[in-house]
Nanobody, 119 residues
Framework: QVQLVESGGGLVQPGGSLRLSCVAS????????MAWYRQAPGQQREFVGS????????YYADSVKGRFIISRHRVKTEIYLQMNSLKPEDTAEYYC????????????WGQGTQVTVSS
C-alpha cells in the first residue's frame, strides 16, 4: 500500500509564506505525476498544481500562478508546495495526490494538512 503524508500546514498572516511537504511511502509503483489539491469549508475540492514525474513540468491553477511553486525531491518520492503571498482565500485543507502508471486519475491521496491565512 502506498501512503502519502502531508506536513507543514499552519496559521500564517496574509502576505506570509508556508512550505508544505508530501512524503510517499510503501510499495511505490511508477508515478506519472503528483499534485496538490485544496478544499475550503463548504466548497468543492480544487486543483492547485501538479508536477510531472518525468521531466518535472509543473502546472498551476490560475488562482495560485505566480505565488505557489511545486517542486520534487531529486531522489525520494516527495513533493513540496512553496506558498508565497498568501491570501485569506487560500485557507483550506491541502491534499497531496499521486497518479500512478496504469491508473486513470489520481488514485492515492493523503490525509491533508490545514492552512489558515488570517491576521
Amino acid at each position: 500500500q502506498v501512503q502519502l503524508v502531508e506536513s507543514g500546514g499552519g496559521l500564517v498572516q496574509p502576505g506570509g509564506s508556508l512550505r508544505l511537504s508530501c512524503v510517499a511511502s510503501g510499495s511505490i509503483i511508477r508515478i506519472n505525476d503528483m499534485a496538490w489539491y485544496r478544499q475550503a469549508p463548504g466548497q468543492q475540492r480544487e486543483f492547485v498544481g501538479s508536477i510531472r514525474w518525468s521531466g518535472g513540468n509543473t502546472y498551476y491553477a490560475d488562482s495560485v500562478k505566480g505565488r505557489f511553486i511545486i517542486s520534487r525531491h531529486r531522489v525520494k518520492t516527495e513533493i513540496y508546495l512553496q506558498m508565497n503571498s498568501l491570501k485569506p482565500e487560500d485557507t483550506a485543507e491541502y491534499y497531496c495526490a499521486a497518479h500512478q502508471v496504469g491508473a486513470s486519475e489520481y488514485n492515492v491521496w493523503g490525509q491533508g494538512t490545514q492552512v489558515t491565512v488570517s491576521s
